[in-house]
């Protein structure tokens, strides 16, 4: 499906974005473990979140999603009837994870402590990711993990069991990886200990802590103790502050702008890319801050923003902006100086080579990248014409391209919209109804 962008004169109103989608996966699997319902409002409609869901129904978990009537800001409402942690049933077939790279990595912990074998698979997209990241260490753990896709690709055949706490440094920063062995060290003897080399978003470790897990951090290690139980989940998922960057981007891109964000989670290991817009001189105000189900959530305020500076990104600062590097990218386009992303080289094993597709879609639109094994040098300002653009397969090239063709000369075409999906159901129809066109 093509989508076609013409160029915005503000972006003006108030939105609510979907649930964060990384928590409404942990919610959901933690949940599904749980001795009780788990009640989860405003969870992420996305189809990846879809894909967590359907693969614990065919574990034999008992899970009913109910939208919401009418065309309210509210997200869908998730009943999960936990089995607590030896409940789980042998599914009868592979488990698809569609394009889900969260559901298969962190599924694959859990996988991991179960008697019994299983296959979990998805997508082209995701038999293409690398696994071996999860393999190694839960083939340490005790389990038999072999991968039929072949040089630590899926489809993975997991043959689960008992298994054994380990201490484990991760070789580079990975909340998924990490909250995998966290999961599987739910079914471990003695200690499981995961070692960061820098932090990253920590949901997992606030829900586990909810729950009533024995999990403590010390410095740069997370460690969980053996436990018998966890308590089911009553909670609303933040507003998924991914999300919402898309529209934090074009109103401070686009003059005269002026729009409110809702209810967004602000957890200090996702806020990297508020941090980096506010230092090149982004007009963003956050009020409203509380806490709910254990995560800061606040309202954003932005506004069009006069002038824009260039920033140079890498290092501990990458693991809290990594799905925000293409739309700072498409930012940087308009800041004075030359901004450069480095250590960024995870993103080239993301649903598409993300530094690659950006790269690519920059220069069709007539902007100079240099493209770095690790990151971009991207020289500004620049001014961006429209163009005809792939959208790759990946949600988050997507919307960050449609975000560039508010602020391109001339209209803009956008193949592949239809992937938006993946995580912003809707996002589109929200663009229609927040932009005045020039």
């Known amino acids: 499906m093509e989508v076609r962008i013409r160029p915005a004169r503000s972006i003006r109103g108030e939105v609510r974005v979907p649930g964060d989608k990384s928590i409404s996966h942990r919610a959901l699997l933690l ?3 749980a001795r009780g319902e ?51 049933s042998p599914p009868a077939s592979p488990l698809d994870a569609g394009n889900s ?6 599924l694959a912990g859990v996988l991991a402590g179960q008697p019994f074998e299983s296959v979990l698979t998805g997508d082209a ?4 990711r690398p696994m071996g990241r999860v393999i190694e260490p839960l083939t340490q753990m005790g389990a038999c993990i072999e991968s039929e896709g072949g040089r630590g690709r899926a489809p993975l055949r997991i043959r689960g069991g008992r298994l054994r706490g380990i201490r484990y440094k991760l070789p580079v920063p990975s909340a998924q990886v990490k909250s995998c ?22 949901h997992t470790e606030r829900l586990l802590r909810g729950q009533g897990a024995p999990l403590g951090r010390s410095g740069p290690e997370i460690t969980l103790r053996p436990c018998s139980a966890l308590e089911p989940l ?28 809702r209810g967004v989670g602000l957890n200090p290991t996702r806020t990297g890319f508020l941090a ?17 189900a254990g995560e800061p959530v606040g309202d954003l305020l932005v506004r069009g923003a006069e002038r824009m500076q260039a920033v140079e990104i890498g290092g501990e600062e990458v693991p809290t902006l990594v799905d925000e590097v293409p739309l700072l990218a498409v930012v940087a386009t308009q800041a004075e100086g030359t901004t450069v992303v480095r250590d960024a080289e995870e993103l080239r094993v993301k649903e598409t080579d993300r530094l690659r597709a950006v790269a690519e879609n920059l220069r069709r639109m007539g902007v100079f990248v240099e493209e770095l094994p690790d990151g971009l040098v991207i020289p500004g300002p620049q001014p961006l014409r429209g163009a005809c653009l792939p959208g790759y397969g990946d949600h988050r090239i997507v919307m960050a391209f449609a975000v560039a063709g508010l602020i391109a000369r001339g209209e803009t075409t956008i193949e592949g919209a239809e992937w938006v999906d993946i995580s912003y159901p809707g996002f589109f129809e929200v663009l229609s109804q927040i932009v005045e066109l020039r």
């Open 101 to 106: 790279g969260t559901t298969l990595r962190l």
């Open 31 to 33: 949940g599904a473990l």
């Open 125 to 128: 997209s995701l038999r293409r």
């Open 276 to 292: 980096a817009l506010q230092r090149m001189g982004a007009c963003i105000s956050v009020g409203g801050v509380r806490e709910e």
């Open 234 to 261: 009553a909670m609303r998922v933040p507003g998924d502050l991914s999300s919402a960057a898309f529209w934090i981007a074009a109103a401070t891109l686009v003059p005269g702008s002026e729009l409110a964000i």
């Open 181 to 202: 062995l966290l999961l599987a060290g739910l079914f471990a003897d003695g200690e499981t200990t995961v070692i960061e080399p820098v932090p990253t978003r920590d």
């Open 38 to 88: 788990s009640v989860l409002q405003d969870l992420s409609p996305g189809a990846d979140v879809q894909s967590t869901a359907r693969c614990l129904r065919a574990l034999g978990v008992s899970l009913a999603i109910e939208f919401s009537q009418g065309n309210g800001p509210e997200g869908p409402t998730a009943r999960v009837q936990g089995v607590g942690l030896s409940g789980l």
